[in-house]
């Protein structure tokens, strides 16, 4: 099963249009949206985003301490990624509760994923204001 999903998200035919971008290391909101642009935003734009999320058009505020109507718990909680859909769904920590993982074709390097998660640790600020992040040990 794991080598078929392996298989799957490197098979150009089928992924083509959902890439995962590149590996992202990090922790301010410019390295998430990185990771939004390389691996998300191919379903999460336009007029109907999947999931009714919108991941393209700068939306750290529709993200930190908003509730996901459908999950009803926030993408993202500040200080707190084990309790932020966002990272619920990426990490695929509990697919009962919090459906299939992000994206659909295979969680992201283990590095990306920890990069939303130390972003949101870190308090999820948006905007450039995050360097005091990187002094901390
Ligand atoms: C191939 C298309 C596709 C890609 C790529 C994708 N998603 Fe999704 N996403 C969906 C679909 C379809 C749903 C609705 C089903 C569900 O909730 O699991 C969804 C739902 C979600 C939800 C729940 C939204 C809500 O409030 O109901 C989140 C959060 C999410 N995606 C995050 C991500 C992130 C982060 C990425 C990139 C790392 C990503 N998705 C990549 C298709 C995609």
């Not at 150009?12 to 642009?37: C, L, N, P, R």
């Amino acid at each position: 099963m794991i080598a078929w999903l392996l298989l799957a998200a490197c098979d150009d035919e089928i992924f083509a249009a959902v890439d995962h971008g590149a590996v992202v290391s990090g922790d301010t909101y410019d390295d998430v949206a990185t990771v939004f642009d390389g691996a998300c935003v191919a379903c999460h734009t336009g007029a109907t985003p999947a999931g009714g999320l919108d991941l393209a058009t700068d939306p750290c505020v529709d993200l930190v301490g908003v509730d996901s109507p459908d999950y009803g718990t926030p993408y993202a909680s500040p200080g707190d990624a084990t309790s932020s859909l966002l990272w619920l769904k990426m990490s695929d920590a509990d697919p009962t509760s919090w459906g299939g993982v992000m994206p659909p074709s295979g969680a992201l390097a283990a590095t990306s994923v920890d990069t939303v998660a130390a972003w949101i640790d870190a308090g999820a600020a948006c905007g450039a204001d995050t360097a005091t992040s990187g002094a901390e040990p």
